[in-house]
């Protein structure tokens, strides 16, 4: 077979081809650029740490410092519509019996489709009081 019956054999066909695997790959390398690209971060400033003790724990407790910033990622249009109460900022304090001073890591619970990216500062001291 000569090399132009390999081109001209069944040419529409491979034409038709070839328009369909570069439709598909623009589809595909747009699909890809857009999710990358839809994704977004912000910054949650001065979110205040709610303190987790257990009920009996009646004791005062200090948290410094008393706000933390958050930095989330995910969609835009989620991103956008995010106020400061579908994020929880908190310390988990249950625990811990007896302590005078400590440090604590903060824990961060975000609404599905966010992601926390990073809590500045991620501890906080704990000061409690003597009974």
Avoid: C
């Avoid at 004791?59 to 410092?65: H, M, S």
């Amino acid at each position: 077979m000569h090399f132009r019956d390999l081109i001209l054999h069944n040419f529409w066909l491979k034409l038709a081809s070839l328009v369909m695997a570069t439709m598909l790959w623009f589809v595909i390398f747009a699909t890809q650029t857009n999710l990358r690209f839809s994704e977004s971060t912000r910054i949650m400033e001065k979110h205040s740490i709610t303190v987790l003790k257990s009920s009996e724990d009646v004791r005062a407790t200090l948290v410094t410092p008393s706000h933390v910033d958050v930095v989330v990622s995910g969609p835009v249009a989620l991103l956008e519509g995010l106020s400061s109460s579908d994020i929880e900022v908190y310390v988990d304090l249950t625990d811990i019996k007896e302590a005078n001073e400590l440090i604590k890591r903060v824990q961060v619970f975000a609404r599905n489709g966010v992601k926390v990216v990073e809590i500045r500062p991620p501890t906080v001291t704990i000061r409690r009081p003597q009974r």
